[in-house]
């Protein structure tokens, strides 16, 4: 894949205002607002395009994001009819194109490709009821939208909208690399001494990849954290399975660091640096092969 440049403009000059985020050469606009600078986001001449737009929220059942995915000719005044109706979001993304130039079937069929990649994901609670049908479109014109939301999704994760990342892996690798292939990437372990958890897990592509048939805790048992929430996301995600007394990893799935894979098999926060061991040598902790590799 060849490198993206992308541009986030800090409308109010802090990141927890509004923004807007384009990518060189693509076509599409992307406006993110807190909810309560929604009315000066809809008076911005981008909010009246057609468009799709993404609500964001927490489910109050649980700590796991929340969303809904709609569509309109007037993105504004779709949204406002949301203000009066949900209570439960706090921030919403406007997506359109820079010359207004998507019509309703385009809308629509971006609608549909957003619900079913949130509904792949599975880490956030949807309140779409249903997957709306794709309209029918030209061969050239269903590419386009492909396109539209292969870079789609490239902005939402660079906004903080997490949702549509599938980390669930098809296929597990015994090895990886980094970029020259001299440079042999191990597996990794991690055990308590009581078999509840039992896991192993390889580099690839730079995610730390906790692999199928790796156990752990059935729930959190530590003090509320950030990862907390990852391990309601991964459970819901359908990779960690709970059977009874432990959970069973039925998928590969990607961290972003060997302390969150820990996290998620450990049910509470942990040192993932020094918890995980490489396969093998049980002396030799991630931490140890990582500097051994830094000073080579």
């Known amino acids: 894949m060849n490198g993206q440049s992308l541009e986030l403009f800090f409308i109010d000059g802090t990141p927890e205002g509004m923004l807007t985020a384009e990518i060189f050469n693509w076509t599409g606009h992307v406006l ?3 909810r309560i600078r929604l009315a000066e986001a809809l008076q911005r001449r981008e909010a009246r395009h057609t468009g799709v737009y993404i609500l964001i929220g927490t489910d109050e059942g649980s700590s796991l994001t929340k969303a809904y995915i709609g569509e309109g000719e007037d993105i504004a005044e779709r949204i406002k009819s949301h203000d009066a109706t949900r209570d ?3 921030h919403a993304v406007l997506i359109s194109s820079t010359a207004n130039s998507l019509n309703k079937a385009h809308v629509k069929y971006l609608e549909s490709r957003l619900v079913e990649e949130a509904r792949r994901a599975g880490s956030m609670v949807l309140e779409n009821g249903n997957t709306p049908p794709r309209p029918s479109l030209s061969e050239s014109a269903r590419a386009n939208m492909e396109q539209f ?3 789609l999704l490239t902005v939402l994760p660079a ?5 549509f990342l599938v980390r669930t892996r098809s296929q597990s690798k015994a ?4 970029q020259e292939p001299e440079i ?3 597996k990794f372990e991690i055990h308590l001494a009581n078999g509840e958890v039992a896991g192993t897990a390889i580099l690839d592509g730079g995610e730390f990849v906790i692999q199928p048939g790796s156990i752990g805790r059935p729930t959190w048992i530590g003090v509320e954290h950030n990862y907390q929430k990852l391990f309601d996301e991964v459970v819901k995600s359908g990779a960690y399975v709970i059977d009874g007394s432990r959970g069973r990893f039925v998928k590969a799935y990607a961290f972003s660091s060997p302390s969150a894979a820990g996290a998620v098999l450990n049910g509470r926060a942990t040192a993932g640096p020094v918890a995980w061991t490489v396969a093998g040598e049980p002396s030799k902790t991630y931490k140890d092969w990582e500097n ?3 000073n080579r």
């Open 32 to 34: 993110m607002t807190p």
């Open 88 to 90: 439960w979001w706090t």
């Open 149 to 151: 939301v292969a870079y």
């Open 159 to 163: 906004i903080r909208i997490d949702g």
């Open 175 to 178: 090895v990886g690399t980094i």
């Open 184 to 186: 042999s990437m191990p």
């Open 292 to 294: 051994e590799l830094l």
